[in-house]
């Protein structure tokens, strides 16, 4: 999957005209830097028209230039070391004001995840949710911390809440030894993919379990496994992806899931509030 696209140029650089010939060399060799170019930009460095960039693309089957720009952007995240990474987002940001470059990012691509994320699949995982009999909840390297924010606030709301906590491949299918149909599995995933849940996710299909899946998009390895698909915007920020979008994408699962639980959920926070009262876990001297 990851060399799709480089293989398409090579293929058909021969019949190209000569200023499309320029193009495609110059994807084949700098393709990162080009990632995150405009079609002027791109225009400027090959020495061809920003028209005849717009005709390259459209010759590959895309539907304009934002689209061979996102193709490319998908490449390098699954194929670019963090070393490159950061490499390639310094010469975004260059001389300009990080915070704003950062904020902006996110804000846009929190956007993009609202523009493009499916209001039946979102509705269908949160139908599921509250039919299950368990929840099981993965996610791997630096998705590992939404899975905990995911499964920290569910607990409040569900009884059988399984967080998959893995240091080995073997450990995952022993935590979902028992899984089966009456059960959901939520697994989040980003590039660069986990070999590891990539397994997870196939086995409880194999079991018949639902599936829920938090990805970048229907590239990911995950999301062909699942009945529910939440695609979520996750772009280089240095040497991480940011995962703005996709905290978001949870935050509305959470809400959603309280909002059918609010009665029942009122009175387990009333019997929190007590508990932590009575043993003095948070400070209210100063309120």
């Known amino acids: 999957m990851k060399n799709d696209l480089l293989e398409r140029i090579r293929d058909r650089v021969p019949e190209f005209s000569k200023g499309q010939r320029a193009i495609g060399r110059y994807l084949i060799a700098n393709y990162d830097k080009a990632a995150f170019m405009t079609a002027s930009r791109l225009g400027e460095v090959t020495g061809v028209s920003e028209s005849t960039v717009v005709r390259f693309a459209s010759a590959l089957g895309f539907e304009g230039y934002p689209e061979l720009q996102t193709a490319l952007q998908e490449l390098i995240r699954m194929k670019l070391t963090p070393v490159q990474r950061m490499e390639v987002t310094n010469d975004r940001i260059g001389g300009g004001d990080v915070l704003e470059s950062v904020l902006n990012s996110d804000i846009s691509k929190i956007r993009a995840t609202l523009e493009g994320v499916s209001r039946r699949d979102f509705t269908g995982a949160v139908d599921a949710l509250m039919e299950s009999r368990k929840i099981y909840i993965i996610g791997m390297r630096s998705s590992a911390f939404l899975a905990n924010f995911l499964a920290f606030n569910f607990r409040f709301m569900f009884e059988r809440v399984s967080l998959l906590q893995t240091t080995s491949g073997s450990e995952i299918f022993e935590q979902l030894l028992r899984v089966s149909e009456r059960d959901v599995v939520i697994a989040i995933s980003f590039p660069r993919y986990s070999k590891r849940i990539i397994n997870a996710v196939e086995y409880a299909r ?51 899931v309280s909002r059918r639980k609010q009665t029942e959920l009122e009175g387990v926070f009333s019997r929190l509030e007590k508990i932590w009262d009575e043993y003095d876990v948070y400070d209210k001297d100063k309120l």
């Open 206 to 256: 194999s079991q018949k379990a639902q599936i829920i899946t938090l990805t970048d998009s229907d590239r990911s390895p995950i999301a062909p496994y699942a009945d529910f698909r939440l695609y979520a915007k996750s772009d280089m920020a240095s040497f991480v992806d940011s995962l703005v979008a996709p905290l978001s994408i949870i935050d509305a699962l959470i809400v959603a």
